[in-house]
């Protein structure tokens, strides 16, 4: 059969092509990726990209339907060097190996460092390998709560295939949840090389005054790094001279906040807390803006170690000291920006946001706390008949927060 007629029984599912950049003054000469769908292919299918590289994502779930898993096809046989011949060698056979299931490392021993906790899960990322098919099969939305983005990490583990950057950075969040004294950040780049632009995103650590990072990439450089640099200035630096060994020029660094380890949250991770053009300031510019972020990193994981009682002294301390509950980042150079607008629904949270959300929060639960237990409460009566019922007082609670 022909590659024509082959090409015949496939519905047309668009061309994925590259066009100019608008102009920007400071990437002049690089090019972006855009969809070019068919003429009769009337779906919004949307598209991502990743390492200047665009791909198809898998919006029909589990189990993939029959267009997304022909396109997932028709789209290698038009970038591996075999074609439709590769395809058919592998599509038709019938008795194709079994791909062992990874087990993910979900239980650790309370003795094991959380270094080697990292290790392992570092190590089942790449079990599972990078996605190089050409189409994502986990639809990650940044916009979705956390607790939306931990049941696609759920269903990273029940199916045991490929994934990229993003998905790992997901994936690193679900296995690292509960890591005492660990505290996890987005930390994304955007570099170019011949042209091309590339963005890529891992999942910075911190712990005991060290960071590090884990992920997933097509190079070992640019995923993992062990928890040992002093600052984070200094765990940027590094990535930067791991872009500089395949001739990439880092471009623009973004830092989110802290992620919280509540699986069940409804929070919205921040993604790009600071944004920074690394050509456009000097290497000791770049450690003092970052430093900021650090700082909140920091206070954010000295928080976490307070016992409820102990925070909650610290937070109303900190407010009545500021006379405030929400402070902006904000800095004048065009070099930099912080996020976002006071108004913005999802504005950037300082220390400060984070401990009186914090209070609000221990403030309803206790409340929760409090009905549960007057109503699972036994109710006896005193000698004169009056009904008496236990004390209420929150002083005899510990909620865990």
């Given at each position: 059969?022909?590659?024509?007629?082959?090409?015949?029984?496939?519905?047309?599912?668009?061309?994925?092509?590259?066009?100019s950049d608008p102009p920007e003054e400071e990437e002049r000469g690089c090019v972006r990726v855009k969809t070019v769908k068919g003429a009769k292919n009337g779906n919004d299918d949307d598209t991502h990209e990743e390492?200047?590289?665009?791909?198809?994502?898998?919006?029909?779930?589990?189990?993939?339907?029959?267009?997304?898993?022909?396109?997932?096809?028709?789209?290698?046989?038009?970038?591996?060097?075999?074609?439709?011949?590769?395809?058919?060698?592998?599509?038709?056979?019938?008795?194709?190996?079994?791909?062992?299931?990874?087990?993910?490392?979900?239980?650790?021993?309370?003795?094991?460092?959380?270094?080697?906790?990292l290790d392992k899960v570092q190590n089942y990322m790449k079990s599972l390998q990078y996605n190089h098919t050409g189409t994502q099969f986990f639809e990650i939305r940044k916009q979705r709560p956390l607790s939306g983005?931990?049941?696609?990490?759920?269903?990273?583990?029940?199916?045991?295939?490929?994934?990229?950057?993003?998905?790992?950075?997901?994936?690193?969040?679900?296995?690292?949840?509960?890591?005492?004294?660990?505290?996890?950040?987005?930390?994304?780049?955007?570099?170019?090389?011949?042209?091309?632009?590339?963005?890529?995103?891992?999942?910075?650590?911190?712990?005991?005054?060290?960071?590090?990072?884990?992920?997933?990439?097509?190079?070992?450089?640019?995923?993992?790094?062990?928890?040992?640099?002093?600052?984070?200035?200094?765990?940027?630096?590094?990535?930067?001279?791991?872009?500089?060994?395949?001739?990439?020029?880092?471009?623009?660094?973004?830092?989110?906040?802290?992620?919280?380890?509540?699986?069940?949250?409804?929070?919205?991770?921040?993604?790009?807390?600071?944004?920074?053009?690394?050509?456009?300031?000097?290497?000791?510019?770049?450690?003092?803006?970052?430093?900021?972020?650090?700082?909140e990193i920091r206070t954010k994981a000295k928080l976490n170690s307070l016992n409820p009682e102990a925070c909650y002294a610290h937070n109303k301390a900190q407010r009545e000291a500021n006379d405030c509950t929400v402070?902006?980042?904000?800095?004048?150079?065009?070099?930099?920006?912080?996020?976002?607008?006071?108004?913005?629904?999802?504005?950037?949270?300082?220390?400060?946001?984070?401990?009186?959300?914090?209070?609000?929060?221990?403030?309803?639960?206790?409340?929760?706390?409090?009905?549960?237990?007057?109503?699972?409460?036994?109710?006896?009566?005193?000698?004169?008949?009056?009904?008496?019922?236990?004390?209420?007082?929150?002083?005899?609670?510990?909620?865990?927060?």
């Amino acid at each position: 059969m022909s590659k024509s007629k082959q090409r015949d029984q496939l519905p047309p599912f668009g061309t994925l092509v590259r066009v100019s950049d608008p102009p920007e003054e400071e990437e002049r000469g690089c090019v972006r990726v855009k969809t070019v769908k068919g003429a009769k292919n009337g779906n919004d299918d949307d598209t991502h990209e990743e390492n200047g590289v665009l791909f198809w994502v898998n919006k029909s779930g589990f189990p993939i339907d029959n267009r997304t898993w022909d396109r997932m096809w028709d789209h290698v046989s038009k970038i591996h060097p075999d074609g439709y011949s590769m395809i058919n060698k592998i599509r038709n056979k019938s008795d194709l190996p079994q791909i062992p299931i990874q087990q993910a490392p979900l239980n650790f021993p309370s003795s094991m460092p959380v270094q080697d906790r990292l290790d392992k899960v570092q190590n089942y990322m790449k079990s599972l390998q990078y996605n190089h098919t050409g189409t994502q099969f986990f639809e990650i939305r940044k916009q979705r709560p956390l607790s939306g983005l931990m049941d696609s990490a759920r269903e990273m583990i029940k199916e045991a295939l490929p994934i990229k950057c993003l998905e790992a950075v997901i994936l690193g969040l679900f296995l690292t949840n509960g890591f005492l004294g660990v505290e996890r950040f987005p930390l994304s780049f955007k570099s170019v090389f011949g042209g091309n632009v590339h963005r890529h995103v891992v999942l910075g650590i911190y712990y005991a005054g060290k960071y590090g990072s884990i992920g997933m990439s097509r190079r070992d450089e640019l995923m993992y790094k062990p928890v040992v640099y002093k600052s984070l200035s200094e765990l940027v630096f590094e990535f930067e001279r791991s872009y500089n060994m395949f001739k990439h020029e880092v471009k623009k660094v973004k830092v989110g906040l802290p992620v919280p380890h509540d699986p069940h949250s409804y929070e919205f991770i921040n993604w790009k807390a600071l944004t920074i053009n690394m050509n456009k300031l000097s290497p000791k510019e770049v450690a003092k803006d970052l430093d900021v972020v650090a700082k909140e990193i920091r206070t954010k994981a000295k928080l976490n170690s307070l016992n409820p009682e102990a925070c909650y002294a610290h937070n109303k301390a900190q407010r009545e000291a500021n006379d405030c509950t929400v402070v902006t980042l904000y800095s004048s150079r065009k070099s930099r920006s912080w996020v976002t607008q006071p108004t913005s629904p999802r504005k950037t949270i300082t220390s400060i946001d984070m401990t009186t959300g914090r209070d609000a929060y221990a403030t309803n639960s206790l409340k929760q706390a409090s009905k549960i237990y007057r109503s699972q409460t036994t109710v006896g009566s005193s000698e004169n008949g009056a009904i008496k019922r236990k004390s209420t007082d929150p002083a005899e609670y510990q909620i865990r927060i």
